[in-house]
């Protein structure tokens, strides 16, 4: 396993305090693997999963507030943040393979599972495959099948589309990066300009990391038409039907200027599982966990307590 440096300190503020990171070879793939730090070995472990453009950084604040009470690990998925891609492992139930057999490698009791976007539906459908490997289930804007229209499905249609996916995310690409980081800022997060500084810095560092990576595009090509063709997947197959097979306590969260997840789905969503909690954050964006990560620590303690 390769290894990697972190940045750490009383001083250096939470949101830019890297975990450290190693590689851990699953099934093909050379996953690089961030570890809570600072976290006690006999604690219950965790697994946190980012969405789609994402990466194991969109877990920092929270895993550093939570590293009292899980011992937890977040990767970096094929063709996201440091790990190259892997063909064919783009899409929501690849994810959830995956993430079982790093599962499996890691750990050996129960683990707090939490998920984000579209590794948020990926959570779900590992739940549903192995509910008694799960201990809980944090959900933040899961990327479940909604078919209500909205920009950001048309997006997905577009991006989902062969040929017309490559030349939208190529002609993005060609925007200068100072507006496509503006952009991006506006469709993730519901408060941008209330953002600490060095939460800004480091999303503005992972986005620019991105802009090196010739893998992202394809990447994110895939992941798109996995969650549009979830929207349409058979009733029996559906995400929907992995719901009401998680056993263990749910914790849903959403956010009332969620951009790409529309949060009126939340009522579904907390019927579809059989023990949800709800928590709401009516001016949080599509990553709650790193524009409130206080109040999700909160919720995630009051589920397990």
């Known amino acids: 396993m390769e290894s990697y440096g972190a ?16 590689t851990v070879p699953v099934s093909g793939a050379e996953l690089l693997v961030r570890d809570v730090p600072n976290a006690d070995k006999t604690l219950p472990p965790a697994l946190f999963v980012h969405g ?4 194991s950084l969109n877990w920092t604040t929270l895993g550093h507030l939570l590293n009292d009470t899980v011992r937890g690990i977040a990767p970096d998925l094929p063709g996201f943040g440091r790990t190259p891609p892997l063909a064919g492992m783009g899409g929501i139930h690849e994810h959830a393979e995956l993430l079982s057999e ?33 201990a809980s289930l944090t959900l933040v804007s899961p990327a479940l099948p909604h078919r209500r229209v909205s920009a950001s499905a048309v997006w997905f249609t577009a991006v989902s589309t062969p040929r017309l996916g490559k030349a939208v995310l ?9 507006r496509r980081f503006k952009a991006s800022l506006s469709v993730i997060f519901g408060e941008p300009r209330l953002l600490p500084p060095e939460v800004l810095e480091a ?16 990447a994110t090509l895939e992941g798109a038409r996995s969650i ?13 039907a992995a719901a009401a097979k998680v056993r263990c306590p749910v914790l849903l969260v959403y956010g009332g200027r969620d951009r790409l997840v529309d949060a009126r789905i939340r009522t579904k969503a907390q019927q579809a599982f059989r023990d949800a909690r709800l928590l709401y ?4 964006g599509h990553v709650a966990q790193m524009e409130h990560p206080q109040e999700v620590e909160r919720a995630f303690r009051q589920l397990i307590g």
Do not use: C
């Open 7 to 22: 940045v750490t300190g009383a001083a250096v503020p939470l949101g830019t305090q890297e975990w450290p990171a190693r």
């Open 52 to 55: 789609l453009g994402g990466s």
């Open 102 to 134: 790093l599962m499996t490698k890691e750990f050996d009791e129960p683990v707090h599972l939490f998920g984000n976007s579209m590794g948020g539906a990926a959570a779900v459908a590992l739940a549903a495959r192995r509910p008694d490997d799960v």
């Open 170 to 178: 190529e002609r993005t690409r060609r925007i200068p990066f100072e």
């Open 203 to 218: 999303y503005e560092a992972e986005l620019r990391a991105r802009d090196t990576q010739t893998w992202g595009p394809e």
């Open 228 to 240: 549009l063709y979830s929207q349409f997947a058979p009733p029996r197959r559906s995400l929907w």
């Open 281 to 284: 954050l009516p001016k949080s």
